[in-house]
């Protein structure tokens, strides 16, 4: 069955550093998704991306987040300075249509932030 | 601002227990509803509702939703240990992309 796949699973990294975070999403899929979870907090959006551009994007995607489609295949998040508080999992997630209810989602990429 | 509600945040019962998990929301241009299973990382999607009073079911699960009073159910029959896990709600807006999701609630079920 196809599936989401994501790298690293669990990376650390000083603050202040620049992460990257890689997605393949399913192969016909079209619409690409980042959320996060903070441990013990609720599942958050954080980016949609579609037809290689951002379709929507929360207040938590700010000016040290980007997202890029480099190759076709691959979908990375960048954080680009990291803080402290941007420990969390990070979920990528793909959709065939845009607002068609299944998204699915990658086993996570778990950061941490020291 | 969009607000999921879920009850209970945890659950225990025992196998073969019938469990009703509850899931309350305000969002403005509401689209759907969809509950996921989230047991160890990745969220598996149960269902989407989109229009109130119809039952969806999936095995010894059903949901149902009621866009007057604002909430849906998720019902879990004849539970197994396999149902331990974490369920989420969401919600999702006609104007976007995103998913709203709520703290979830936390189920173990015990042999």
């Known amino acids: 069955e196809p599936e989401v796949t994501q790298t690293p699973s669990h990376q650390v990294t000083q603050m202040g550093q620049e992460v990257i975070l890689r997605c393949v999403p399913i192969s016909n899929h079209l619409y690409f998704y980042w959320y996060r979870q903070i441990l013990g907090q609720k599942v958050e959006f954080l980016v949609s991306f579609y037809n290689n551009e951002i379709s929507e994007k929360s207040e938590i995607f700010d000016d040290q987040f980007s997202v890029e489609r480099p190759d076709g295949s691959n979908f990375t998040l960048k954080i680009r300075s990291t803080k402290l508080e941007d420990s969390a999992m990070y979920f990528c997630?793909?959709?065939?249509?845009?607002?068609?209810?299944?998204?699915?989602f990658g086993e996570g990429s778990r950061l941490t932030v020291l | 601002e969009d607000k999921v509600v879920q009850s209970p945040l945890s659950l225990v019962v025992h196998e073969g227990d019938t469990v009703t998990l509850n899931c309350s929301y305000e969002v403005t241009n509401f689209r759907s509803l969809l509950w996921y299973k989230q047991e160890k990382k990745a969220p598996t999607f149960l269902f989407m509702l989109t229009s109130s009073g119809i039952e969806k079911k999936s095995g010894r699960l059903s949901s149902i939703l009621d866009k007057k009073e604002l909430f849906s159910i998720l019902n879990i029959t004849a539970t197994q240990t396999g149902d331990s896990a974490v369920y989420l709600c969401?919600?999702?807006?006609?104007?976007?992309?995103?998913?709203?999701f709520g703290k979830g609630t936390s189920l173990l079920v015990t042999p």
């Open positions: 969401a919600v999702e807006r006609n104007s976007g992309y995103a998913l709203n």
């Open positions: 997630a793909s959709q065939r249509g845009g607002n068609t209810g299944e998204l699915f």
